[in-house]
T-cell receptor, first 110, second 116 residues
Framework: KNEVEQSPQNLTAQEGEFITINCSYSVGISALHWLQQHPGGGIVSLFM???GKKKHGRLIATINIQEKHSSLHITASHPRDSAVYIC????????????FGSGTQLTVLP | DGGITQSPKYLFRKEGQNVTLSCEQN?????MYWYRQDPGQGLRLIYYSQIVNDFQKGDIAEGYSVSREKKESFPLTVTSAQKNPTAFYLCASSGLWDRVNYNEQFFGPGTRLTVL
């Protein structure tokens, strides 16, 4: 099983701040998922990345496969970014099954 | 629009009753998954299915059952044998593995089950 650690567990920021959420995992992987869970519970896939960096709007995800570490950055944060952000690498030896971190609760204050 | 639907959003049942949660997808995905989420915890895999008429147990399958008679549908039954069924249940699906998308999973809106 792939052990996943996310930090911080809780993060409160002021609108406009640059946000960084970190994810470390124990087993080498080929790609990693970043997910966003809204207060109502629905989950949205943000990124699936295997190397380097991906950018969607104000969100940037980076991954270092050798160091078993990934980061999610939010530029110019906004209250609507308030959500739980979940890192999910695959289970070791599986291309389909994921291991989920417990998530980072982000609150962006206006 | 393509997507995954789960119904109902909220479900209440009496203790001892079986209940079936619906999950339908029109993304033409081969694989489907059921997860359980408890407050403050990460998602845990209950069952998954890679093709029609086949499914495998996940980490916490005890007290649950599934079927995969159609590609689009993967219903989950929470049986009376499940000791703590009150939880948030999420269904997901993914396509065939490929080098670009690496089985990116897409999630439904979830069903919040409360057993009274």
């Amino acid at each position: 099983k792939n052990e996943v650690e996310q930090s911080p567990q809780n993060l409160t920021a002021q609108e406009g701040e640059f946000i960084t959420i970190n994810c470390s995992y124990s087993v080498g992987i080929s790609a990693l998922h970043w997910l966003q869970q809204h207060p109502g519970g629905g989950i949205v896939s943000l990124f699936m990345l295997s190397s380097g960096k991906k950018k969607h709007g104000r969100l940037i995800a980076t991954i270092n496969i050798q160091e078993k570490h990934s980061s999610l950055h939010i530029t110019a944060s906004h209250p609507r970014d308030s959500a739980v952000y979940i890192c999910a690498p695959p289970i070791s030896g599986s291309a389909r099954q994921l291991t989920f971190g417990s998530g980072t609760q982000l609150t962006v204050l206006p | 629009d393509g997507g995954i639907t789960q119904s109902p959003k909220y479900l209440f049942r009496k203790e001892g009753q079986n209940v079936t949660l619906s999950c339908e997808q029109n993304l033409n995905h081969d694989a489907m998954y059921w997860y359980r989420q408890d407050p403050g915890q990460g998602l845990r895999l209950i069952y998954y299915s890679q093709i029609v008429n086949d499914f495998q147990k996940g980490d916490i399958a005890e007290g649950y059952s599934v079927s995969r008679e159609k590609k689009e549908s993967f219903p989950l039954t929470v049986t009376s044998a499940q000791k703590n069924p009150t939880a948030f249940y999420l269904c997901a699906s993914s396509g065939l593995w490929d080098r670009v998308n690496y089985n990116e999973q897409f999630f439904g809106p979830g069903t919040r089950l409360t057993v009274l």
